[in-house]
């Protein structure tokens, strides 16, 4: 079983930076697919970007490409997520999740999820 705990959600300006982490436990990280999602109020669960257990390929949504950036850290079992230029539009929790085998979109291919961070972005 693999447990996810994601940090560094907060309330920032919209063009602002923010970090989330996401440390990984009770598994082999380093062999899992790394996902972050979003989910905005009253809209569904959204597909961020993903990175591949090496760390050497990942994948963005078309909303973020450009200004989030996916990298892991498989010694410290830990996967980030680096947000710049926020907007509003970006207000939501976030998720980490992880899977075994190739990046995908799919929420449902992913078999554990953290308990979400909250990032708010003002205007």
């Known amino acids: 079983q693999v447990q996810l705990v994601e940090s560094g959600g907060g309330l920032v300006q919209a063009g602002d930076s923010l970090s989330l982490s996401c440390v990984a436990s009770?598994?082999?990280?380093?062999?899992?697919?790394m996902g972050w999602f979003r989910r905005a109020p009253g809209k569904e669960r959204e597909f961020v970007g993903a990175?591949?257990?090496?760390?050497?390929?990942?994948y963005y949504a078309d909303s973020v490409k450009g200004r989030f950036t996916i990298s892991r850290d498989n010694a410290k079992n830990t996967v980030y997520l680096q947000m710049n230029n926020l907007k509003p539009e970006d207000t939501a929790v976030y998720y980490c999740?992880?899977?075994?085998?190739?990046?995908?979109?799919?929420?449902?291919?992913?078999?554990?999820w953290g308990q979400g961070t909250q990032v708010t972005v003002s205007s």
């Open positions: 009770g598994g082999t990280f380093s062999t899992y697919t």
């Open positions: 990175i591949n257990f090496s760390g050497e390929h990942a």
């Open positions: 999740a992880a899977r075994s085998g190739i990046i995908t979109k799919a929420p449902k291919q992913y078999l554990y």
